[in-house]
């Protein structure tokens, strides 16, 4: 299997993000001007971003998709309008994505039926990590698809 799913234990992280409800054909659209604002907001009251950009789903998508889109930070500071969330160490379910971000739904398929078949109890939630830094050849683009277990 391409993806290696397999589990792990992560470390705990806080993230500063802006959560809405988007079309499914907005979406992609959406990540470059949220991480702007983000980034400009972590800025403004003196913290860092320490971690790569994160995308979590609540919920299973349709046409439309409940996402939180982000940045991980060195700790929690008061933004107002924007989620700043401390996430716990959680055990969870972790493949990987080497490619262009429009190949992602290829690995999801792949990784969809080993999933069903592990029967795992997974949490409300996923979460996109986007490891590869700004102007990676898009083909080496690496993506960690992170399975809260419940």
């Known amino acids: 299997m391409g993806v290696n799913p397999h589990i792990e234990?992560?470390?705990g992280w806080i993230g500063?993000?802006?959560?809405r409800i988007l079309p499914m054909?907005?979406?992609a659209d959406a990540f470059a001007p949220t991480y702007e604002q983000v980034t400009a907001a972590v800025e403004a009251v003196g913290?860092?971003?320490?971690?790569?950009?994160?995308?979590e789903y609540f919920g299973m998508p349709t046409d439309t998709v409940d996402v939180e889109i982000g940045l991980a930070v060195d700790r929690v500071v008061g933004m107002e309008?924007?989620?700043?969330r401390t996430h716990p160490p959680t055990r969870a379910v972790v493949a990987t994505h080497v490619g262009p971000y429009e190949r992602l739904s290829e690995s999801y398929r792949e990784?969809?039926?080993?999933?069903?078949?592990?029967?795992f109890e997974l949490s409300d939630s996923m979460i996109e990590f986007y490891d590869s830094p700004p102007g990676t050849d898009p083909e080496?683009?690496?993506?960690?698809?992170v399975f809260p277990l419940g």
């Open 140 to 145: 080496r683009l690496v993506t960690r698809l």
């Open 81 to 84: 309008g924007f989620e700043v």
């Open 9 to 11: 234990n992560l470390e």
């Open 25 to 27: 054909s907005e979406l």
């Open 16 to 19: 500063a993000g802006v959560r």
């Open 111 to 119: 990784l969809m039926p080993w999933l069903e078949m592990e029967e």
């Open 47 to 55: 913290a860092t971003v320490v971690g790569p950009a994160y995308a």
